[in-house]
């Protein structure tokens, strides 16, 4: 079993950075796509970003040219560089792990965008 933990979450003002982490507790390179998704209140929880084991990227409309994924195997962490947040990105944001048959959740981590 993976187990996946975030980090990184907080309150940031309209315009701050943010960078989020989640760590994998094994197995890191038998999850080759890893993603952040976030959750806002009364909302869907919607993809933000994912990445391939080799380093492919896809983001959310919402966030392209805003927010960056990457992936440290060695270190079996994906973290997530927000830029130029905005009060709309104020959500939980959960780690997403798939190998296509099994999907591992992170406990979630709240980002709140405020002044």
């Known amino acids: 079993q993976v187990q996946l933990v975030e980090s990184g979450g907080g309150l940031v003002q309209p315009g701050g950075s943010l960078r989020l982490s989640c760590a994998a507790s094994r197995m890191f390179f038998s999850i080759p796509v890893m993603g952040w998704y976030r959750q806002a209140p009364g909302k869907q929880r919607e993809l933000v970003a994912t990445i391939t084991s080799g380093s492919s990227a896809t983001f959310a409309d919402s966030v392209k040219g805003r927010f960056t994924i990457f992936r440290i195997n060695a270190s079996n962490t994906v973290y997530l560089q927000m830029n130029s947040l905005k009060p709309e990105d104020t959500a939980v944001y959960y780690c997403?792990?798939?190998?296509?048959?099994?999907?591992?959740w992170g406990q979630g981590t709240q980002v709140t965008v405020s002044s």
């Open positions: 997403h792990g798939t190998n296509g048959y099994t999907n591992y």
